[in-house]
């Protein structure tokens, strides 16, 4: 029987009160979040805003351009290019930074279970990861129809583009996530699937060419707006969420596995 | 006495480097000093005792449970590393609320638990100030505050006077006695430099190429390496007056200055003598002491020596 104070007791015969996991996941989140959030890496976001600004308003003034044009545009800036580079940066780095400089100390030797550390490392991710996306892209699609002119269907494509790059974020986050945990420089296996498995790989016609996160939300996207085809991507946009969604659940459990079993030196 | 840490046998290697070889212990409550040179195990044997890494071989028990893959057994330890792994980015209060909230403490109790343990250690009035303008001395607090939160039973201090001045050193001896006398918490404290943990306790484990080489009380284990020379580094103001002073003691064996001035390098053959007569010497030459350091090399002589390598 064990005994039970204030301070070190969250646990009673041996089994941990919910409670305790909620509030250790809480405070893993508040202060992986904030600690995101203040990381000296806004300043290249805030410079990544504003060049999708500065490219989005430009081409909104070449003659044709349309709410086809933005839709490419955003497409092309935004799904193809800044959510996975950017899942890539923040999700590789971010318990990896924290094993290399070993400040990861502090939850490793407390009771939290692991697996629910590693998900506060996750919520956390994803959460930042659609804020700053869902930012930069309604600061661009804003920008190219405020230099265009405001057309029917502007703010439901905006709107559009920022829930698939949450949804983007959810996934990526998962995938670069458990990249930081499995090996020591992930980076370039992220940059092998982003711009290797994604860009190359996934322009290739055929099936192969669906086999990448980016495919499935351009199908997502597509399935959402009804006079614009992102990237002539036809197919079930509800079938490619659950895609997404049983792939983050995998590479979640995957990662949160690697976590408990890690040693870390 | 009740058994705290119960290792058999074990050895833990990484890769081709062994970090502990065939290492065996048993620690008692109280408080218990792990000595060795920088490389010798020491903190390899922290990281088992608090399950970061798991032993290659042999049988470990703390408190009575196997730490590999125990998370519940971690809300009984408390562990201050010896790097640096604060955030500068946060205040100390943020940061033992983010310690608390670890712990599945939150309101009212946790408030009041952060003022107590800074109380403890003597850091209430700096707690609002953000960690990264804290002094060697303050983070220490602050991570051994960290380590107190949860009210552990078994507390693991890697190495907690490194790097600190003779001024600090000597309040965070007084702390970490206090901790077990005072507060209750059995202690296992690692030092490079025997003559800290003599401070702290009687009960002393040598540990030296992954081997414990000698346990037990530290009368014993002195006594059997009371002749041997030890280089002692000190730096400050004065150096030159300190040298003086210290070619007159039977206890000198050679004293080295440093072209700067700031620097000497003193052998002596009765190291506890020259310990005790530290204040009696800064009063004689009117010195102003920065840092007093036993070599890690001079160690590793002695264990050497111990061992009869």
């Known amino acids: 029987m064990m005994t039970w104070n204030p301070y070190s007791a969250i646990w009673w015969g041996g089994e941990m009160y919910l409670e305790a996991s909620i509030i250790g996941l809480r405070t893993m989140v508040q202060f992986s979040v904030k600690k995101l959030l203040l990381h000296k890496r806004w300043v290249i976001v805030a410079m990544l805003t504003l060049l999708v600004a500065g490219v989005m308003g430009y081409v909104a003034t070449v003659s044709d351009a349309d709410i086809s044009t933005a839709s490419n545009m955003m497409n092309l800036l935004m799904l193809t290019f800044l959510l996975p580079v950017l899942a890539l940066i923040y999700g590789a780095s971010m318990i990896r930074n924290e094993i290399d400089d070993r400040s990861i100390i502090q939850v490793i030797t407390s009771p939290l279970d692991r697996r629910v550390a590693y998900l506060g490392y996750y919520i956390s991710l994803a959460v930042v990861l659609s804020i700053l996306l869902s930012i930069v892209t309604a600061v661009g699609g804003i920008c190219f129809f405020l230099m265009n002119g405001w057309s029917d269907g502007a703010a439901e494509l905006i709107t559009a583009f920022i829930a698939v790059q949450v949804i983007g974020a959810i996934a990526y986050s998962a995938l670069f996530l458990v990249m930081g945990v499995a090996l020591k420089q992930p980076i370039y296996l992220g940059l092998v699937y982003v711009f290797v498995w994604e860009g190359y790989v996934g322009s290739l016609p055929g099936a192969i060419g669906e086999y990448t996160i980016r495919h499935q939300l351009q199908v997502i996207a597509s399935g959402m707006l009804h006079d614009v085809n992102i990237a002539s991507t036809g197919g079930d946009g509800g079938m490619a969420a659950i895609i997404l969604v049983v792939l983050s659940i995998v590479f979640l459990a995957l990662g949160a596995s690697l976590f408990r079993d890690k040693e870390v030196m | ?309």
Not at chain 2, 60 to 88: E, H, K, M, T
Not at chain 2, 123 to 137: F, H
Not at chain 2, 145 to 172: F, I, W, Y
């Open chain 2, 1 to 309: 006495m009740t058994i705290i840490v119960q290792a058999q046998n074990i050895s833990k290697w990484y890769g081709k480097v062994i970090g502990l070889n065939n290492f065996s212990i048993t620690v008692e409550s109280g408080i218990t000093g792990i000595v060795g040179p920088n490389g010798a195990g020491k903190s390899t044997f922290f990281k088992l005792l608090t399950g970061n890494i798991k032993v290659n071989a042999g049988q470990l028990n703390v408190l009575g449970q196997q730490p590999w893959r125990n998370p519940a057994q971690l809300s009984q330890i408390g562990f201050c590393p010896d790097y640096d792994f604060l955030p500068g980015e946060l205040n100390g209060r943020e940061y033992l609320r983010f310690v608390g909230g670890l712990h599945g403490m939150n309101g009212p109790k946790l408030k009041g638990r952060i003022d107590e343990v800074l109380n403890v250690v003597g850091m209430t009035k700096d707690a609002e100030r953000q960690m990264g303008g804290y002094s060697k001395g303050m983070r220490q607090r602050l991570k051994i505050a960290g380590s107190l939160l949860h009210d552990p039973r078994l507390l693991l201090l890697d190495e907690p006077l490194t790097g600190t001045d003779p001024v600090v050193r000597k309040e965070l001896i007084d702390l970490i006695r206090d901790l077990n006398k005072m507060h209750g918490h059995d202690v296992i404290v690692s030092s490079h430099v025997l003559h800290e943990i003599e401070r702290m306790t009687h009960m002393v484990a040598l540990i030296y190429k992954g081997r414990a080489v000698a346990s037990g009380d530290i009368l014993e284990i002195r006594h059997l390496m009371s002749d041997h020379p030890h280089n002692i580094l000190i730096e400050g103001m004065g150096m030159v007056d300190l040298a003086k002073v210290l070619v007159t003691k039977a206890f000198t064996v050679s004293v080295e200055l440093n072209p700067d001035r700031r620097r000497l390098m003193v052998k002596v053959d009765q190291p506890e003598q020259f310990f005790d007569h530290i204040p009696l010497l800064v009063e004689e030459s009117g010195c102003q002491l920065e840092r007093v350091e036993s070599l890690d090399d001079d160690l590793e002589s002695v264990f050497r020596y111990l061992v009869g390598w």
